[in-house]
C-alpha cells in the first residue's frame, strides 16, 4: 500500500493529520500551553524525522553489481 506515496507526500499527510487533530483539540477545549506545544512539535516532527533516517534508497543487487563490473561503458577507456 506504501508503495504508491513518495517520502515527501507521506511527511506532508503526516503533517495535515497532526494539525487538524490540534484543531480538534483546540475547539474541544484544549489549552494550549507550553508543555502541550512541546508535545504537539514532538509529534508532527519525530516520526518524519524517523522516516527520513529509516527510509532509504534501495541498494543494488548482487546481479546489478555483477553486470556493472563485467560491462563497462561503451566509451572505453583513453
Known amino acids: 500500500m506504501l508503495k504508491n506515496f513518495s517520502r515527501p507526500q507521506l511527511i506532508a499527510a503526516w503533517f495535515a493529520v497532526i ?4 484543531a480538534v483539540t483546540v475547539v474541544w ?5 507550553v508543555s502541550t506545544g512541546v508535545f504537539w512539535l514532538l509529534a ?5 524525522v524517523v522516516m527520513l533516517f ?15 563490473a563485467n560491462h563497462p561503458d561503451k566509451d572505453g577507456r583513453p
Open 19 to 22: 494539525v487538524v487533530l490540534f
Open 29 to 33: 477545549g484544549g489549552v494550549p500551553s
Open 44 to 48: 508532527c516532527l519525530g516520526p518524519p
Open 54 to 68: 529509516v527510509w532509504r534508497a534501495p541498494t543494488q543487487t548482487v546481479a546489478e553489481l555483477l553486470y556493472d
